[in-house]
């Protein structure tokens, strides 16, 4: 029998709806590849005095869920460590007592830490200073007890002033006794300093959970700790990550420039969100170590980027540098960063006529200023 000239036989009719049963199901599987089966795992919480969020994408929501919640949970740990605010963290030990004979014994966290400030107050000519404490919690910006002092304050801001100095800190680690193989670690400050971190601790705190991401093999994430931010990989949709720098003259979340770049960390700061205003002057809350007062700095923000290079503490020394800049001011943050090229930087100074925005050569060909948004501004520097 020639079959080809026949009526169709139920045989071929099965033959076919299979081809078409396999064809979707190729088609559905061929969409979950291309799609990823893709899962995206949010997760927010206020800590070290701010908002943090951690967003991870990748496959399998349930690792994407641990890893976010590891994340949200190493930085509650590093805030118990480090906080002024909480009695008994390694830092408020320190400065209940600061030139307890031998110091105190601390965590690895808060050594490592330490030390990471300490270079970086070095290396900025002591802009950045973390021995800053007592004028912190003397001027209270940022918190209910934010004060303008009055002229009577002065000598007392002098007396404060003159014990910030980070080369007072004595930093020691030694064998723990007793056969156990440890390292111990010990702080010492000098007489009347008081120890903040507050100007590196959230950057700090955004490289140990980029790094427990990293570990758990997350491909894709942003670390936001209150403006710090961390992105890993490339984004959800594996393009370059857009992220934008915050205007200074707006609410947070309006931006004046963006950048592109995957595996990099970007710290802003600036005195547009923790301040007081009184009689047209503006207190804020990063203080000159040289003078005790508010920074006069000609700069409305700093942001600095650094691409993920293995260093472990990008965006703590981004962090670290970004607060010191701000306090150098426009002259001096330009010189430290030609003498620093590993340095990307976008800053927006002040100028009689209206913002200039200066971006590192490094980051020209990445960096889009929105024109519409910040008309004023120019372009200016190397
Ligand atoms: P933010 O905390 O708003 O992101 P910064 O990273 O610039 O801003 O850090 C400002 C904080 O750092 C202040 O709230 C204070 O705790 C501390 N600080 C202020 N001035 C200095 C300084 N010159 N050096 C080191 N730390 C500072
Ligand atoms: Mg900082």
């Not at 893709?38 to 070290?48: H, Q, Y």
Request: charged residues 25%; hydrophobic residues 40%; aromatic residues 8%.
């Amino acid at each position: 029998m020639d079959f080809r000239k026949g009526p169709k036989s139920p045989g071929r009719t099965r033959f076919f709806t299979v081809c078409a049963i396999l064809a979707l199901a190729l088609a559905f599987l061929f969409y979950i590849a291309v799609s990823g089966g893709s899962a995206e795992v949010e997760r927010e919480t206020f800590a070290m005095g701010t908002l943090v969020k951690v967003s991870v994408y990748g496959r399998g929501e349930a690792s994407l869920t641990s890893a976010a919640e590891a994340a949200l949970a190493e930085i509650s740990r590093l805030e118990e460590l480090f906080s002024v605010n909480i009695a008994g963290s390694d830092i408020s030990r320190i400065n209940a007592d600061p030139a307890k004979p031998g110091g105190h014994e601390v965590s690895a966290e808060t050594y490592e830490l330490l030390r990471l400030a300490l270079s970086e107050a070095e290396a900025t000519g002591g802009a950045f200073d973390p021995t800053i404490g007592a004028l912190v919690s003397f001027w209270g910006i940022g918190t209910e007890k934010a004060r303008i002092p009055s002229a009577a304050d002065n000598d007392d801001i002098a007396d404060m002033q003159s014990v910030v100095g980070w080369s007072k800190v004595s930093l020691r680690e030694a064998s723990a006794e007793g056969g156990e193989e440890r390292t111990v670690y010990f702080v010492s400050a000098g007489a009347g300093q008081a120890l903040d971190l507050g100007g590196v601790a959230k950057g700090y705190a955004a490289d140990r959970v980029a790094a427990i991401l990293r570990a758990r093999g997350v491909k894709s994430a942003l670390v936001d700790i209150g403006g710090n931010l961390v992105a890993i990989g490339r984004s959800p949709k594996r393009r370059e990550w857009r992220l934008g720098f915050q205007d200074p003259f707006r609410p947070r979340g309006n931006y004046f420039a963006s950048v592109s770049v995957s595996d990099a960390t970007i710290v802003t700061s600036g005195a547009y969100e923790r301040f007081v205003r009184k009689n047209g002057v503006l207190y804020h809350h990063i203080l000159d170590p040289e003078t005790g007062y508010p920074a006069m700095s000609d700069l409305e923000s700093v942001s600095i980027v650094m691409e993920h290079t293995g260093s472990r503490h990008n965006s703590a020394r981004s962090d670290a540098l970004s607060t010191a800049l701000f306090v150098m001011g426009f002259e001096r943050a330009v010189k430290f960063l030609e003498g620093h090229g590993e340095v990307q930087a976008v800053l927006v100074s002040r100028r009689e006529d209206g913002p200039a925005v200066y971006v590192t050569d490094g980051l020209k060909q990445r960096v889009a200023v929105q024109e519409d948004v910040f008309p004023k501004a120019k372009e200016v520097g190397r």
